[in-house]
């Protein structure tokens, strides 16, 4: 394969308007879905594609981020690149003054995730492999050069990285049974915060006939007696089978949630996600605790490797949500994933994507990692955009076969 | 007084060069000062005008984000605006897609920040009072009005508030000895990272006799024995009745920061201010008790209440540097005094504004809070560029007398 060059880094502020009610939950009430796209122009027909999930308003600063952080990418020849990529990566999440926007959060660092999925896009249309076999094909060693690992030296030290993945080859014989089957997705898009009951009744049920068996319903209303009516209701359509997840994107307070998550516990969820404010750690280590034996899940909020961390060392979370649109990209999304194996949860992706990228990330973890929870977040309301969308069939999420990461947007 | 309506938000990218050496840490290796400055113009000649640090690159990101962000407070009138302010933050910080770049955190806190401090300028500047002296005439409920409470119902409620202020008020006589008298400064600009041992000794010297007892020095060296070797000197030249305070400005893994700590004990630091990731809750919190008698400051990184609540629960630090510029502001800065005060921990601000509003600040914190540390950092390289630049005499912060927060720069 001929060397290729990055030469250019451009961004798209591609917006899409969603339908009446699509995408509203307890905290935000008027979405737009937006990406601040990367695109990596090389000195061959390829670019590199990589997205950063906003809500519309705000988007343009993302992007204009990715011009400040992407400087340091033009000129690499990307094999070279993606052989140091994690200490490129450290590079430009120390950049010593944008750091200070941060540090690892906000704008600066939705720009690296954008900037780093636009990396390995283009490294996977590379080397022609959809992005989960590239990954899958990369030794132990060259897994770890693509991280950084630096504030995790109390819990994740090199070695470790390379032990867990060296302990999992002997099992990639069961990589053939997983990718012949697909692996479920689940529905969030039932169960939007606005949504009549009608609606998601009607909703729920021609997702049952399209074989899904997991639902997201959207709580965290002013009034709880209708958090509590419509999601036994819920339970009452999907049935005792299904799993329901409720979601109150971050709306209680703490003596809140503990109050409402002993009312909802008989409907029996699957779990409850960002009960309260994602920076609140010790308020969700107290609520797993008082509110035992619901489970909780975070992620869709948390920026980077240190808060899950914090988290997992905490007790504070059941399911670790981590989005590789939201903390730095793929590579930060592994060490997480590796993180989540070290402290024995499950790892189950908010798509800020769509399940574009994830579909593939899920496959490294269950393969690579041995990450049991093969699950994923299913959207819809972007298929129409994008050049590769996701494809679900009865409920089942079907293995992507194009180079790179299913990222590119129609133009 | 005649009602002040704000007509228009505009920004300023304030950017000002400092002399070699000047500003450099272990982790911020080329820095600019630079303000985010948002102003609100007025029906009157007064000019609200607010500050939020960065290091330069990026500033222009937190200008176009006050623009966004601001749209809430044009039209309003700024007695009305002062009555419900912490309404209005709420508001402001909660917006429905703003909020996906934090949530509370980065780029847009900064702004909000931004917006803030020049809310409180203004309604200094309206009243003819210096911010210090406008704060201490509202009553409690007044306060209370100010402050956004949400997130922190498990340990802050608007009674404890009131409580906290009403039980100081018959301490405020008090005041008039604190006003007379100044309080101390510590000089931060005598120990940047890359200064010479000769130009630490060549400012420590002239500090002590410009009547400074409280010197910083920078340590996060790649070599151990450089931050051993200049801590012990600094002592000896200070001598053993100077406070030092030591920073490594996150720069330790925690492993690295257990073993430096138990070497530079010996020279007895006043405090070490973070020693590692300011995400790190639970590295503070293992530090504090691995390194013990020894006493850690953090601050200068937490971007809001919901962190500095975490930190104060968790025990992972003793002395509070919440700043102004990179809180939401004065008002949240408030909550968080509340808090330390709740949790019966010391607020020495960090000054992300050279101290021009943190001077005002710690008055506040005195009087109306009984805050017993009146104690703040002193920085001096911007004072040529201020209006009003803080007043050091003898070592001693004077109490400011302008109308307003001190924050105009000249144009």
Redo the contacts between chains.
Sequence with gaps: MPPITIRRITTRDARFQLKPGEGVDA??????YAYAVALLETDSPLTGTGLA??????N???C??IQ?LGETLAGCELEELMSRFGSVFHQMA?????????????????ALAALTNACFDLWAKARRLPLWKLLLELSPAQVLALLDL??L??VLLPADVLSMLEGRLKFRPTLEKVLSGGYPGYDTSVGWFNYSDATIENNVLSALENGFHAFKLKVGSPDSARDIRRAFRLREIAGEDSFIMLDAN?QW????AVEICSQLARMNPFWIEEP????????HQ?LVQKAAPLRFAVGE?L??R??F??YM??GAAHFIQVDCTRVGGVSEFITISLLARRFGLPVVPHVGDMGQVHQHLVLFNQVALGHQALFLEYIPHLQPYFVFPARIKDGLYQVPQEPGSSSDLKS
């Excluded at 905290?27 to 737009?32: A, D, E, G, K, L």
Aim: proline share 10%; aromatic share 4%; charged share 20%.
């Design positions: 905290v935000h009430t008027r979405p737009q999930l906003t809500l519309g308003e705000g343009e600063l993302v204009s981020a400040m120390e950049h010593p003054c944008l750091r200070w926007l941060g540090p690892h959060k906000g704008v600066v660092h939705l630096s504030y030296e109390d971050q307070s703490l003596p809140r309260t404010h994602p920076d609140d750690i010790l308020a107290a909020h920026p980077n240190v808060v961390k914090n060392q905490a």
